[in-house]
């Protein structure tokens, strides 16, 4: 009796909002007879519509559909929340007997947190009224089936079959999981884990300090990347700093990446993984000084990756799912932002990174530009490599590489190539940052040799950039030179300036 109006409702839903039709193993609509049911997913929260054609049917027969699905849901394997909403359709006002069997049966809550919900539509009155006392438990049902009456029904004109909408939904709105148990990401919490407990065990053991091992086992560390340990991109992306930073991030990769293992499926969802765990090292390494190691930027690209996906399929980012994952990136972009002790230039680039690699991965037949997995790819290729220049060629880097390179030849004892490193650092007037650098080793070297003039030269040069260390290096040229008036002079300086240095006090002492 109300087959058209169900029909036409149910073609609503699907066009409207991100719902589908019950489909079998088989892919096939789930015939039931009377009822039309369809089903929308949110993360761990299953929404089930029941279209029911309740005209026809006794009151006695209406207690037991609703009984039977109450079993239903008993029974169910499913450990998701399920919303099961049976919308009864009535082409006249229904009599008070069936609406108070409905209303006493519906089972608001059935078992744990589990609902059974009931609404009443009049088609004749083209209304809706609902069973239960809470509006905000409708999950915006009841306003669908109002906007149904008053807008859709009249500006509905397409001449598509069911079939082709449900086609057309499941293209731009439907998360189509490509695999049931994400055991990629139990493996990865596990490895996480793992090597956290032998890094712990063996510090213990050993005598090493964690921090220590941190670098040793791969920790990205500049000095040691632009002497061309480059596997350090890499192996950070598994060390962590605490059992706190390994229980954080092992949680976000169970809830973050369990769905894009789901979305991706296996092989995608470890490329992305790993893709952006490097490129935010990439980015760490090219901004930042600091030892970095954890899976954060790995994991960031993960929401980088759900993200493009939300975008990809408009629908869906209209969802709960789309704010959500927006909600979540900005809440740690700020949370880097505000606490030093996090890495967030690693955060960008890992979300930068699973974005772009999820566009290069994406099989869409999309003709868009903006959906070209090439445009993706080229774009990719331009940031890693400008930040693997500016990494390697920045200020920061060079002044690291040009220290690095001094200490090497004074470890070596080859005082004379480091003079002449450092000076032909000078003659090529470089930053500030790098000149002190130069000026420092060649006052330090110097008083090594006991070339106390050239010592107090190049100290007097480092006066302006460097005034405590040069007023202290003065100090000590002079004190071995014996000439203690312009030594104490110098050593006071350096510590009216703030210098701690030991042995300034021991040296004032001996000039009284």
């Not at 088609?123 to 809706?128: L, P, T």
Request: some cysteine.
């Amino acid at each position: 009796m109300n087959k058209d109006t169900i029909k036409s409702l149910m073609k609503s839903f699907i066009e409207h909002d991100n719902f589908l039709p019950l489909y079998d193993k088989e892919e096939h609509i789930k015939p039931i007879g009377r009822i039309n049911v369809m089903v929308n997913y949110f993360l761990d929260k299953v929404i089930i519509i029941e279209l029911i054609d309740c005209d026809l049917m006794s009151g006695n027969e209406i207690q037991q559909q609703l009984k039977k699905h109450q079993e239903t849901i008993l029974r169910g394997e499913n450990k998701a929340v399920i919303h099961y909403f049976g919308i009864f359709v009535f082409e006249k006002e229904p009599s008070l007997e069936k609406v108070d069997i409905i209303r006493l049966n519906q089972g608001t809550k059935i078992m744990g947190r589990n609902f059974l919900k009931c609404m009443i539509v009049n088609v004749e009155k083209q209304s809706v009224s609902r069973l239960y006392n809470t509006r905000k438990a409708s999950w915006g049902i009841e306003d669908h089936i109002n906007n149904y009456f008053n807008v859709f029904k009249e500006r509905d004109r397409s001449p598509l079959n069911l079939e082709e909408i449900i086609d057309k939904k499941k293209e731009k709105s439907i998360l189509q999981y490509k695999t049931k148990v994400p055991f990629i990401t139990y493996s990865l919490i596990t490895l996480n884990l793992l090597i956290f407990i032998i890094m712990s065990l063996y510090s213990l053991k050993s005598g090493i300090s964690y921090n220590t091992l941190l670098v040793n086992w791969g920790g990205k560390e500049n000095a040691l990347i632009l002497q061309g340990e480059y596997l350090r991109f890499f192996t950070p992306i598994f060390l962590h700093g605490s059992f706190i930073h390994v229980a954080l991030n092992c949680i976000s990769i169970y809830i973050i990446g369990g769905l894009a293992e789901k979305i991706f499926g296996n092989v995608k969802y470890v490329i992305i993984y790993l893709l952006s765990g490097i490129l935010g090292n990439i980015f760490s390494f090219a901004f930042m000084t600091n030892l970095s190691i954890g899976a954060s930027g790995a994991i960031m690209g993960l929401s980088g990756a759900i993200l493009f996906i939300c975008i990809f399929k408009p629908k869906l980012f209209n969802s709960d799912l789309g704010p959500s994952i927006v909600a979540l990136i900005c809440i740690n972009l700020f949370n880097g932002f505000t606490n030093s002790g996090i890495d967030n230039f690693a955060h960008i680039g890992g979300l930068i990174a699973g974005f772009l690699v999820a566009g290069i991965l994406n099989d869409s037949k999309k003709k868009r530009w903006y959906f070209n997995r090439y445009a993706y790819l080229i774009l990719a290729i331009i940031i890693t490599f400008s930040m693997i220049l500016w990494g390697f060629n920045n200020e920061q880097n060079s002044v690291i590489k040009f220290s690095t390179e001094l200490q090497q030849y004074d470890k070596a004892g080859k005082y004379a190539y480091g003079e002449k490193a450092a000076k032909s650092i000078l003659l090529l007037n470089k930053s500030k940052a790098t000149n002190i650098v130069a000026l420092e080793y060649l006052a330090d070297v110097e008083m090594t040799l006991r070339k106390y003039d050239e010592c107090i030269y190049y100290s007097k040069k480092l006066v302006d950039l460097d005034p405590q260390y040069a007023h202290y290096v003065l100090g000590l040229a002079y004190y071995n030179m014996k000439k203690f008036d312009l030594s104490k002079k110098e050593l006071l300086e350096a510590k009216k300036l703030g210098a701690t240095y030991n042995n300034i006090d021991h040296l004032l002492k001996n000039m009284d």
